[in-house]
């Protein structure tokens, strides 16, 4: 349909529009245009949906090319865009979050001296990932992957007035950076194996690549995906990435964003199907990378920390699902978890927006009876996540637990570590509810009396909210009465509440009919692994719920009963992320640093010597055969008188004349 | 009887030649080193027009036409250059102007 181009265009245009009026235009009015604008994407993305829906089952591609990007020789790549079931879907939760997280925004960043620069770049975000989603080709793909990596850069250090958050935007992109080589360095091979960049030749072309090469191509692209999609071992960036404003974590380091590696992986899922056992190292990254950013999660004291390696560990469920081959239920959980976590996103934003930005979940406690809807709402995400039926969540992680638990021999084992980290979901999920919305109001308290929960590192994650109140002029003071935030925050609370309860139907696993997501995205996979049998799946999924269960009941045991000594549970080792960041740091600073050292006087001694070496010899040169210049006219009389005789003596004896 | 054969000619033009070469090496006045590059461009002439005779060719006598010329514009821009010179000194001494020195 030619109705495509406008999906990203009018992001676009709205990023344009807000760059030349947005400082005219001010607070709220800036907002409200980004909101429209991303809104108008969603009701095209609607109607193209429609369209698709229209269709036969086996004819649901759109495509529309607007002209030719880079014509080189046999090298060339449009401006087009695809649309079918996979990219559409992507679509429209992308579109519709946005559009709330937008709405919200307006709410959120009320006051702030760069309210429209907000929008401006949650615009940007929106056009590039829609273009990622929506690009025709790897190229036009990896436009709109570096587009929404430099957007959340600029969010992230979006206060960069201090110093943390700029460091914590500086670290995002350069970690990111290092994921993007594979994904580089991957288009070039897929350009040298394929000839084409296109996805749709790719995939026919998929079946005729050698299985080495395609398992290289995989691990390439997989490389990138770890990068954007914050898995071990470079996902050190997104629980930094907090540092931004809460509505851009919950768009693109929850919603969004970071679902871009599951994404790019579905989309090369014919690859996918020749690479062997690079599915395998997919499936086992993201397994275990699931229950280590569980772990870590829970020992975590800032309420957004908590939620990014929440967010990290449920990136690696997808990531499960996609290595095992059930891409249905990672994209099904993609769907759900981007309803339930920008729900806990913002959740927690209105609560920390009600904390004048006190982030510390031990300074907060009984807020239910301040924050009713936002309490109510992240109850509701709270279960949902957890994985307590009929929420959405517990839908999606059981088919990918199901998924896992049937593939192949080592499917148990990956199954079991996915039930781990659902035990520990429910368990530091419940821990944050309970410590946020239950108990004593811990910020009347003295400041240095003894708070719930310990852990090493404090000092560290402390001074950082600290900063950012002093930044931004709040102060939580003991007698401060927490109020609910306004209606722009509260209705995208709300839908986005709902659409997590009833997310779970987009695929039910009943009957035939009710997997209509399966049946939607069939078209666009080409080799889906199946879920267990009926029974087994009855079996997994009431071990899940008393998983679950249990996880919830744990957490209500140590942090509302207080049976269990808290700090027992919350080792230094666990909060400060099994010293994951040290070590890097210490990597880098080390050896790293005496490498680029080194680096750098190779090049300045070695390439820079051999250069200049050469220019100055042949300058000292130079000045030995400027002495030949006199300057008098009749030495060079005489030696024009010379060189003829010269010559001329040289012709008579020489050339036999 | 003495033949006057184009030897004799040749002689000559020798002869001119090398009291312009050894002129220009020698003097110092840029006016004089100047009528000695005439010197050896008329030196040139004469054998052109010597050996033309004698190979009964054309081609040498019409040489000589170019020469003309090309020594007619060559005074032009050579005398130009002279009353330059002397406009900005005392003098004229060819050794004085050695200011493109390496």
Redesign the interface.
């Known amino acids: 349909m030619d109705l495509i181009w406008l999906v990203p265009a009018l992001p676009l245009f709205g990023f344009a529009l807000l760059v030349v009026f947005g400082r005219r235009l001010g607070d709220p009015l800036a907002g409200w245009l980004g909101t429209a604008v991303v809104g108008g994407s969603f009701a095209v993305a609607v109607k193209l949906f429609t369209d698709l829906l229209a269709l036969p089952a086996d004819e649901r591609v759109l495509t529309q090319k607007l002209w030719t990007w880079i014509p080189v020789g046999d090298f060339s790549v449009d401006i087009g865009f695809l649309v079918d079931p996979l990219s559409i879907t992507m679509c429209l939760f992308v579109t519709g979050i946005g559009a709330l997280i937008h709405l919200y925004s307006i709410g959120y960043m009320k006051g702030d001296p760069d309210f429209s620069k907000f929008f401006v770049y949650l615009n940007l975000f929106v056009a590039s990932m829609l273009l990622l989603v929506l690009g025709d080709n790897l190229l036009l793909t990896f436009l709109g992957w570096e587009g929404v990596g430099a957007c959340s850069y600029f969010l992230i250090s979006f206060w960069f007035t201090d110093e943390a958050n700029a460091s914590a935007g500086k670290k995002a992109f350069i970690t990111n950076r290092v994921g993007d080589v594979g994904f580089m360095v991957g288009t070039f091979l897929v350009w040298f194996t394929v000839g084409s960049l296109n996805f749709l030749d790719i995939g026919a072309a998929a079946s005729n690549v050698a299985a080495g090469t395609a398992t290289a191509i995989a691990l390439l692209f997989f490389v990138g995906a770890v990068g954007k999609s914050a898995q071990l071992p470079l996902f050190v960036w997104l629980p930094d990435a907090m540092a931004g404003p809460t509505p851009v974590s919950a768009l693109i380091h929850a919603a969004t964003m970071v679902t871009a590696g599951v994404y790019l992986i579905t989309r090369l899922n014919p690859i996918m199907a020749e690479a062997g056992w690079a599915n395998d190292v997919v499936a086992w990254v993201g397994a275990i990378t699931a229950l280590v950013a569980a772990t870590i999660a829970v020992a975590q004291n800032d309420i957004k920390k908590v939620l990014a390696y929440s967010t990290v560990s449920q990136l690696g469920y997808m990531f499960l699902a996609v290595g095992t081959q059930t891409y249905v239920a990672g994209v099904f959980h993609m769907v759900t978890h981007a309803f339930f976590k920008a729900l806990l996103f913002l959740g927690s934003g209105s609560v920390i927006l009600a904390m004048a930005h006190e982030q510390d979940m031990r300074r907060y406690g009984n807020l239910r009876k301040y924050l009713p809807i936002t309490f109510a709402t992240f109850v509701i995400g709270w279960l949902a996540i957890a994985g307590v039926p009929p929420l959405s969540g517990f839908w999606s992680k059981d088919e990918i637990l199901a998924g896992a638990f049937n593939a192949g021999p080592a499917g148990p084992v990956l199954w079991a570590i996915g039930l781990a980290t659902a035990l520990l979901t429910a368990f530091y999920m419940s821990r944050q509810v309970f410590m946020t919305f239950y108990g004593e109001e811990r910020w009347r308290v003295e400041e240095d009396a003894p708070v719930a929960a310990g852990g090493g590192g404090e000092e560290a994650t402390d001074a950082e909210p600290a900063e950012a109140d002093d930044a931004h002029g709040h102060h939580l003071t003991q007698d401060h009465t927490p109020t609910e935030s306004p209606p722009t925050m509260t209705i995208p609370l709300v839908v986005l509440a709902v659409l997590s309860v009833v997310g779970g139907a987009l695929n039910l696993p009943f009957a035939d009919g009710l997997k209509r997501l399966e049946h939607w995205l069939a078209p666009t996979i080409v080799e889906e692994h199946h879920l267990p049998g009926a029974g087994t799946l009855w079996v997994l999924a009431i071990i899940a719920v008393v998983v679950a269960i249990a996880g919830i009941w744990f957490a209500a045991q140590v942090y509302l009963r207080r049976r269990v000594e808290a700090s027992r549970l919350e080792p230094p080792v666990l909060a400060n992320g099994w010293y994951i960041d040290a070590a890097y740091a210490r990597l880098v600073d080390g050896p790293g640093r005496a490498a680029f050292q080194g680096t750098a006087d190779f090049d300045a001694k070695v390439v820079d010597g051999a250069v200049n070496g050469i220019a100055s010899g042949w300058r000292l040169l130079g000045s030995k ?10 030495s060079y ?2 030696g024009v ?1 010379v060189g003829a005789v010269l010559l001329l003596a040289f012709i008579v004896t020489r050339m036999n004349l | 009887m003495l033949q006057l054969t184009e030897s004799w000619y040749l002689v000559l033009a020798a002869l001119i030649f090398t009291i312009g070469a050894v002129g220009l090496l020698i003097r110092r006045n840029p006016l004089v080193m100047f009528m000695c590059v005439e010197l050896m461009l008329n030196a040139v002439n004469l054998s052109f027009v010597a050996f033309a005779r004698s190979l009964d060719d054309v081609a040498g006598q019409a040489i000589v036409f170019f020469v003309l010329v090309l020594a007619a514009a060559e005074v032009v821009v050579g005398l130009a250059i002279i009353v330059a010179i002397l406009r900005r000194r005392e003098g004229a001494d060819a050794d004085d102007v050695s200011l493109m020195r390496g």
């Open positions: 055969l400027r002495l030949a210049q006199p300057g008098f006219v009749r009389a005489l008188g």
